[in-house]
């Protein structure tokens, strides 16, 4: 359980690191403010048209008698919806990352620079088109992982009590696993890292995972917090990357309390929300 506190100290060391560098933080908000004017548009589009999709949708419930009508397409309309706010929650951060490449890769290496020993930020030595290819592809990787988890949680909501109570927890937990994954391959890409080890290494600390998505998830449900949070948050994953593969920290690095420094630990093939 410690690793739950560890990881929510990375979260904060994240966004004390931003905070202590202005520059960093103004333009990593550009890429966020983005996507959230975009995510906001599709979002009132689907509150205002929505009806009308579900009535389109169901043609075969058109005969149906009052109130049987208006509650079968109210209750998809309200579903559609939930599943369109879930969808926004988890893929966020990847659209966000995409956006702003240039940004998080800017920021992440500075924070690098910062806690390194040596001043020594590691490198891709890609060209910016392959990086955001690999970006991509492997965020559409993640996003249908987190949309059939998205899925099955919806199923299980229809469990009497559990559906209400249980589901939704580890619904937050599910999110925070994979919006830890887009954060941290900021950092674990640059270093040549492919996707499936960075599941094994996320596998191997869930609870470090959890200690740090989860509230962010819990957090992104908020847009405009999630906009404001987004560069703290690319900071201190870049902070738990270099914990996840044992690399040294500076002393005075990371707020001057130094950094957890572990020996690198072998993907887990246990199984885990991914």
Known sequence: MS???VGFRYLLKGQRWVARHGKQYGFGLLPGLITLVLYAAALVALALW?????AWATPFADDWSSPWLGLFRGLLTAVLFALALLL???????????????????????????????????????PLWRELWISARDSLRIVVRAALWGVLLFACGFIPVVGQTA???????????????????????????ELRTRLGLLRSRKTLVWGFGTPLAVAFLVPFVAVFLMPGAVAGATLMARDLLGEENREDGAEGDGAVTTPPQPPSGSSSPA
């Open 3 to 5: 690793d739950l506190g």
């Open 50 to 54: 929505g009806e009308d999709a579900v």
């Open 88 to 126: 926004s929650v988890v893929t966020f951060t990847a659209v966000t990352l995409l956006i702003g490449q240039p940004f998080y890769e800017n920021l992440s290496e500075k924070v690098d620079r910062d806690v390194a020993p040596d001043g020594h930020a590691p490198e891709s030595g890609l």
């Open 167 to 193: 589901v939704p927890v580890i619904g937050f937990f599910v999110t925070g696993f994979f919006l830890t994954e887009e954060l941290t391959a900021v950092a674990l890409q640059r270093r040549g890292v």
